[in-house]
């Protein structure tokens, strides 16, 4: 392990105006493991900063819940979950730099999910003997950014835990009922009856909306 360090940002864009802030405008980009990662020193460190696109891993079920006319729904609640690598490219760049680095500063969204994503991330790089810091900024503004990294602070686990949590039950909630759905309809393969915790109830207030415009009938009225 050498005097380096590494920044997991969360977008690409988000990425790039962090290392340029960072760097005053020295920055050399890389690809490794068909990801794309910057280089440039930071306060007499070497650093190396991997932009992300969102989550890497995803939620599933572990194997043997995959027939849904078969498998009896009230078993999917208590069915363990695993995380499944959905990003496999930014997880080979991650893997990559697995014990290179000193420190690793997560440096995404300050929000439950861009924690979680960090965390995703931290999972996967640090090899635990790292010094592990969070830059918390608000904004993609030079003054956000440098005064974050001059005051790093730790990661927060319970955030991260609670997009965690939101995942799982988004899991279970829209497999319960679009099985449910979609079995006793009839309506299995591609043409499959999807519902969700969030998209159901969306949908359902487009709904009412279109069917207020239908049956909608214009009256003159007047305002003094």
Known sequence: MDGSRIIIAEKADAGRRIAYFLSGGNVKSHRSKGTSYLEFE?????T???????????????SGYSDWSKIDLSNLI?????????????????????????EIVIAT??????????????????????????AKFSALTRNEIMDSFKNLIGVNYSLADAADARESID???GSVLTRFFSVTTGRLGRSFLSAGRVQTPTLA???????EIISFRPEPYWTL
């Open 109 to 134: 969204d300050y929000d439950r999910e861009g924690e979680l994503i960090g965390v995703e991330a931290l999972d996967i790089i640090r090899n635990g003997d790292e010094s592990v810091k969070r």
């Open 171 to 173: 899991l279970i909630w």
């Open 42 to 46: 930071y306060d007499g460190v070497k």
């Open 48 to 62: 190396y900063l991997i932009p992300l696109s969102g989550h890497i891993v995803e939620a599933d079920f572990e």
């Open 205 to 211: 207030i487009i709904v009412d909306r279109e069917r």
């Open 78 to 102: 208590d069915a363990k979950i695993v995380k499944n690598v959905k990003n496999r490219i930014a997880y080979q760049t991650l893997t990559s730099f697995r014990g290179k680095v000193h």
